[in-house]
């Protein structure tokens, strides 16, 4: 049976404009290939020196104490829930508009997710946080969807109130602000992927957590490395969730561009705004104050489905990779059976899948690109 992922790949490479990236942005990789000689030369592959000077780096780029490199952003959270007793029995309050691995992360752990609707800016709607509230609630799991931090002044005041944990699924929301706080730095834990396409990623997959004390720090390392603490003495049994060192080189590549990745990404992304919000049937994101959005994707709406999927297809022949982030929600997908969700449960997030667009909007992409995408979009929506 074959990965399924080779044959999306070959397929992405038809569009101009792409999500997929990575030959660009990785075009200097013999030059990284070089850097992985000294690692190799010291057969330094696991937990190596590399991997402390990245955890470093992100201390000083977050401003925090306490980051520890994992094998990936899935990992990060599921780690982080364990390392807050967090399992068989328990409720996780979180949001069914989400990338698969949150939810599996809480059932990796052995709790049940309990979902919440989102708003119209794709993020968990706070107001509706405590009535989903039991004595089986331990934690509330909020994603900075697209990173767009979600309102986390509600969500703390709601977490302190009935003594709840928080835990940051901010994986596309490295360097993301609300009122100059990073994004992993408001809850007991914070989240973050370096999977290849995220706007921090490496080659392969790989994420780092924020903790939010040095309780916390200790123990994700004890988990993250099989609860050893030294070659001989196991303290407690964990897993094996460990950044690899040549990763650990090639996120440190990155953390130079980042700032650039960043603000390309932010700028091109108003650009979008400015046009696309004068186009007929086009509904876009109201942007909040005091928050510095990083933009992993750009999503706008459609005013109803069906004119959706025909703008979808319009785009795509026209060689622009407009995809749908994500069709079928997670309380909706096979998995999610199991807990009884049915449609019209959560109305707002299936009304997002139903009539949502991402579109590229990474350090490669030029003002002529923004220029075909929001003539390609007029030319469809203008007269409809």
């Not at 990173?147 to 901010?170: N, P, Q, T, W």
């Not at 809850?187 to 790989?206: A, Q, R, T, V, Y």
């Not at 009884?340 to 449960?345: E, F, L, R, V």
Request: hydrophobic share 35%; glycine share 4%.
């Amino acid at each position: 049976m074959k990965n399924y992922l080779p044959k999306q790949y070959l397929k992405d490479k038809k569009f101009d404009l792409k999500h997929n990236y990575l030959s660009e942005q990785f075009s200097n990789y013999k030059s990284i290939l070089k850097k992985f000689e000294k690692v190799i030369l010291n057969n330094d592959f696991t937990l190596g020196k590399k991997v402390d000077e990245f955890e470093k780096k992100i201390s000083k780029l977050l401003s925090t104490k306490y980051v520890v490199a994992v094998g990936s952003g899935t990992d990060a959270i599921m780690l982080s829930l364990k390392a807050l007793n967090i399992g068989e029995g328990d409720e996780v309050i979180t949001t069914p508009y989400t990338f698969y691995a949150t939810i599996g992360a809480i059932v990796t752990a052995g709790a049940k997710p309990v979902f919440v609707d989102v708003k119209y800016d794709y993020n968990i709607n706070p107001d509706l946080i405590e009535k989903k509230i039991t004595k089986k609630t331990k934690a509330i799991l909020v994603v900075h969807w697209s990173g767009r931090i979600c309102e986390m002044d509600k969500i703390s005041k709601i977490a302190k109130r009935h003594s709840l944990h928080i835990v940051e699924d901010a994986c596309h929301a490295i360097t993301a602000t609300y009122k100059k706080t990073f994004a992993g730095k408001f809850g007991d834990f914070g989240c973050f992927s370096l999977h290849p396409l995220k706007n921090l990623n490496i080659w392969g997959d790989g994420g780092f957590l924020v903790a939010k004390n040095k309780k916390y720090y200790e123990k994700i390392k004890l988990l993250r490395n099989h609860g050893l603490i030294n070659r001989n003495t196991n303290k407690i049994f964990g897993y094996n969730s460990r950044l690899d060192t040549l990763q650990a080189v090639v996120a440190i590549e990155l953390l130079k561009k980042l700032k650039f990745i960043t603000n390309s990404r932010i700028n091109n992304s108003k650009y979008l705004d400015k046009y696309l919000k004068k186009i007929n049937n086009v509904i876009t994101k109201e942007r909040r104050e005091n928050l510095n959005e990083v933009f992993h994707l750009y999503e706008f709406r459609v005013i109803n489905k069906k004119l959706r999927d025909k703008l979808l297809k319009t785009l795509i022949k026209n060689k622009i990779d407009a995809k749908v982030h994500y069709p079928v929600p997670m309380h909706l997908q096979p998995a999610s059976k199991i807990y009884g969700y049915k449609k019209g449960d959560f109305p707002i997030t299936e009304m997002l899948a139903d009539t949502s667009i991402s579109l590229p909007v990474h350090e490669f992409i030029r003002t002529k690109h923004l220029n075909k995408i929001i003539n390609v979009i007029k030319n469809k929506l203008d007269d409809k």
